[in-house]
Nanobody
């Protein structure tokens, strides 16, 4: 499975962005998927995850109420809608697929995209 993330950019505090992650491969739509982020000098941290059929979602406390993860399996695409963005949301955002045993632990994911940079600044 190959993952391609896009949608990052420069946005002012309070603004919104929608990240997309397109997965290639015959079984891509059968994987649970997640979003992580990594700010400069910090460890990669969990943001959100979604069940393969969209039936369950999970969010980090830091983004709960401001972000929505969704997926369109017909397009093999997972989205992360981010609202009310804050400067502390600045990071490279990565999508990942096929977690084993845990949604929130980066090492549990078997496949990773290349990342897309989100910068929140005035």
């Amino acid at each position: 499975v190959q993952l391609q993330a896009s949608g990052g950019g420069l946005v002012q505090p309070g603004g919104s962005l929608r990240l997309s992650c397109v997965a290639s491969g015959r079984t891509a739509s059968s994987y649970d998927m997640g979003w992580f982020r990594q700010a400069p000098g910090k460890e990669r941290e969990f943001v959100a995850a979604i069940r393969w059929n969209g039936g369950n979602t999970l969010y980090a406390d830091s983004v709960k109420g401001r972000c929505t993860i969704s997926r369109d399996n017909a397009r093999n695409t997972v989205y992360l809608e981010m609202n009310s963005l804050k400067p502390e949301d600045t990071a490279v955002y990565y999508c990942a697929a096929d977690p084993r045993g845990s949604w929130v632990v980066a090492l549990r994911y078997n496949y990773w995209g290349q990342g897309t940079l989100v910068t929140v600044s005035s």
